[in-house]
């Protein structure tokens, strides 16, 4: 997501809803990306959370009125407008969505809204009769009609009491939709990519499994990138310590044999299928009802091969159809990978080293190859898994078939 948000100019939009203290960390997190956030407080805003917060974050001044003496150039409304990269209304009440809908500029904030020709992103934080109201929804519908964005909102409890949709959605899930808003190249848009991600669980027992290190960090970075990208993406979702981006339609399994069936029921419709997720090559013959109690011997499991989806998905594609896999390795990395690309009749695959330093599982980078059936093996050096992610998409988008 860094490779996203770093170095460009973000306007943070605060209004009066009583989410408005999340600004705060909405703007750390930013600018934890490598972003240059600007401030703006609404008068009601500025009840609920202090501009020095907000200016201690961002180490820009807040933006509070529009006559303000003296007004310093570089925070005259028009020159933030034509600034700004984005401008993000969060939390954004029912007032300044009406405005926004209706062209009323009657403070600083409402005013640059008209001004600039950035992206708008908002994420609503209000009441779920306020959010559910007529003028609420026409006013979302027009806005949504001129290209603005909206992420959330969540549901769950509200100040007010009362459990409903209207909650200021989780900030991870506002970053992902910055990112998205962010990136002006859409080579996948009118394609579906599906990925598995994460791990599996073979139950053993009622307690105990059989699973592995895979943490979902590729496939979140992958999905992420196809969002991006301007793709439909659907995630196959094991186990994981790192969740699929908001924004993805995520098909939850825990085994490969149900992971197998999730993704062998979606694979004709996909453009482009990533197996992303580190499959269990085996599960226990016998699955016990009952736990299994400890003994004072040794233990001897008995274990079955799982299917190979990505070897599957090979022998089942149509035509036209993009088919990336992954390879985790420990040694010859490059040739076990260029071996696996072949055997199951993959398009493209990224061949990771695993064990030791720089060990890709649990990791923020990866050193991989990137295989084709065209070609030898690629080395792309140890590397980011977002700059991974949009490495083989560019590999992926390439070889789709020309859209009619």
């Known amino acids: 997501m860094r490779r996203r948000l770093s170095g460009r100019t973000v306007l943070l939009g605060v209004t009066g809803s009583i989410a408005a203290y999340k600004a705060c960390e909405i703007a750390s997190r930013l600018v934890e990306h490598g972003a240059s956030v600007i401030p703006a407080l609404t008068r009601s805003a500025r009840e609920l959370v202090g501009p020095a917060s907000l200016e201690a974050v961002t180490g820009h001044r807040a933006i509070l009125e529009m006559f303000e003496r003296p007004v310093p150039p570089e925070i005259e409304h028009i020159a933030v407008a034509r600034r700004a990269d984005l401008f993000l209304i969060a939390p954004a009440t029912a007032n300044i969505l009406a405005k926004a809908a209706h062209g009323i500029a009657d403070d600083w904030l409402s005013t640059t809204l008209l001004a600039t020709r950035a992206p708008l992103l908002f994420a609503p934080a209000m009441n779920t009769d306020m959010w559910t109201h007529p003028a609420t929804r026409d006013n979302v519908a027009l806005l949504k009609q001129r290209v603005a964005l909206f992420v959330g909102p969540g549901s769950g409890r509200l100040a007010c009491g009362t459990e409903g949709e209207g909650r200021l959605i989780e900030t991870s899930a506002i970053l992902e939709a910055a990112a998205m808003a962010l990136t002006r190249e859409k080579d996948l848009a009118g394609k579906t990519v599906l990925i598995t991600s994460g791990a599996n669980h073979e139950p053993l027992d009622p307690v105990r499994y059989l699973g592995n290190r895979s943490t979902g960090r590729m496939g979140h970075a992958v999905a992420l990138a196809a969002l991006c990208r301007g793709a439909r993406v659907v995630v196959v979702a094991g186990p994981s310590e790192v969740p699929p981006p908001h924004a993805a339609e995520v098909v939850r399994v825990e085994t490969a044999l149900e992971m197998r069936d999730a993704v062998m029921e979606r694979l004709d419709g996909a453009d482009v299928f990533i197996a992303a997720a580190a499959v269990a090559d085996y599960r226990p013959e016998t699955r016990h009802q009952a736990k299994m109690k400890r003994g004072g011997g040794s233990l001897t499991l008995s274990l079955v091969p799982n299917p190979d989806i990505a070897a599957e998905a090979g022998r089942r594609r149509r035509a036209g159809q993009v088919l990336v896999g992954f390879a985790a390795e420990t040694d010859n990395v490059p040739d076990h990978g260029q071996g696996k690309l072949q055997a199951k009749g993959l ?35 140890r590397l980011g898994k977002d700059a991974l992610a949009d490495a083989l998409l560019d590999a992926a988008a390439a070889r789709l078939a020309p859209a009619d």
């Open 347 to 381: 398009d493209l695959l990224v061949a990771n080293r695993v064990g030791g330093d720089g060990c890709a599982i649990g990791s923020d980078e990866s050193e991989a190859w990137l295989v084709g059936a065209e070609n030898g093996p690629l080395s792309l050096g």
